[in-house]
């Protein structure tokens, strides 16, 4: 026999009727009050897996344009700062979660131009350097090359200063 069935036989003066229109209304509204509770927290779940990424953009944008870091030990670092950040705000996330986070935080700002992959490295001509300064950008030219073939480009370099000259 349905609910609504029983409702219609009994008296609606008893005390029973009442019990089951009451159990009538908590059945009918279960499932609507189930679907808030889910909708709730999975609402929930999205404004705080947003406010991560949020949070992962800003700290991915300065260390991926750091100079010197290889890309494994910017990864780290963003993800030690994340995990840190996370964890003073008492959320509670596993730290293994937060490799994929920063990887897509990456791809987001690179696809979005905020971050730059290939950073130029500027000099000055090397006309403007001194010698010191032009031997502190060369890589150990000394281990490379022999120290003969150094002294007789010097020589030629002084030769042809000066012939020009005169």
């Given at each position: 026999?349905?609910l609504t069935q029983l409702i219609n ?28 509770a889910k909708n709730a927290k999975l ?58 986070v920063v990887e897509t935080a990456y ?60």
């Open positions: 026999m349905d036989s009994v008296d609606h003066s008893s005390p029973l009727y009442y019990v089951l229109i009451a159990v009538y209304i908590v059945t009918m509204l279960t499932p609507y009050l189930k679907g808030l609402s929930h779940l999205a404004n705080r897996s947003a406010y991560i990424f949020e949070e992962a953009k800003e700290i991915v944008a300065p260390i991926a344009n750091e100079v010197g870091l290889a890309n494994a030990d910017r990864r780290e670092k963003a993800v030690d700062k994340l995990y840190a950040f996370l964890t003073s705000h008492k959320i509670n996330v596993k730290r293994n979660d937060l490799y994929a791809q987001y700002m690179k696809q979005h131009g905020y971050l730059s992959d290939k950073q130029p490295i500027t000099t000055p001509s090397p006309e403007d350097l001194s010698e010191e300064q032009l031997n502190a950008l060369t890589p150990n030219a000394d281990a490379f090359e022999n120290k003969e073939v150094i002294e007789n480009e010097k020589q030629e370099q002084a030769n042809d200063n000066t012939k020009e000259g005169e």
